[in-house]
């Protein structure tokens, strides 16, 4: 009896996949056995004997960078880029304005003038806008 694993070995050598992608068909181990070159190989699949296992599912999400949660390291903030903090900065405080100015608290001239002040980034964060608003905007100084 030959040793079929050394077989499959060699089809998946030759073909570049894994030896658990190898498929041989058990109701032609006879066949399987006898071959020594990759034309033999060749003549196999063709035939139906030999065939490749599609990935697993687990492999290909891994390959695409789909990994669980608990790979992460550190805060969501952590491993963000410096314009992904930004973004979601810029995006707090544009909505607050828009709020503001819907419900009446500040005017179209003064909305615009914070947007681009937002825009310039010279508020750390949100709550930094607001006390900005409260000491400037609502006190009457501008």
Excluded: C
């Excluded at 070159?37 to 290909?60: A, C, F, S």
């Excluded at 607050?96 to 819907?102: I, N, P, V």
Aim: hydrophobic share 35%; net charge positive.
């Amino acid at each position: 009896m030959v040793n079929i694993g050394l077989k499959r070995r060699l089809i998946a050598r030759m073909l570049g996949v894994g030896v658990d992608r190898v498929w041989i068909d058990p109701d032609h181990l006879d066949d399987i056995a006898d071959i020594d070159t990759r034309e033999d190989v060749r003549i196999l699949i063709r035939k139906g004997y030999v065939k490749i296992k599609p990935v697993e599912g687990q492999t290909i999400r891994r390959r695409s960078g789909k990994r669980g949660p608990g790979s992460k390291k550190g805060k969501k903030t952590a491993r963000m880029t410096k314009k992904e903090m930004w973004m979601m900065r810029v995006r707090a405080q544009r909505k607050f304005l828009r709020m503001l100015r819907d419900k009446g608290r500040i005017t179209k001239s003064q909305y615009r003038k914070l947007y681009m002040l937002v825009k310039g980034g010279m508020f750390r964060s949100k709550a930094h806008l607001k006390t900005y608003i409260r000491q400037r905007i609502l006190a009457g100084e501008e």
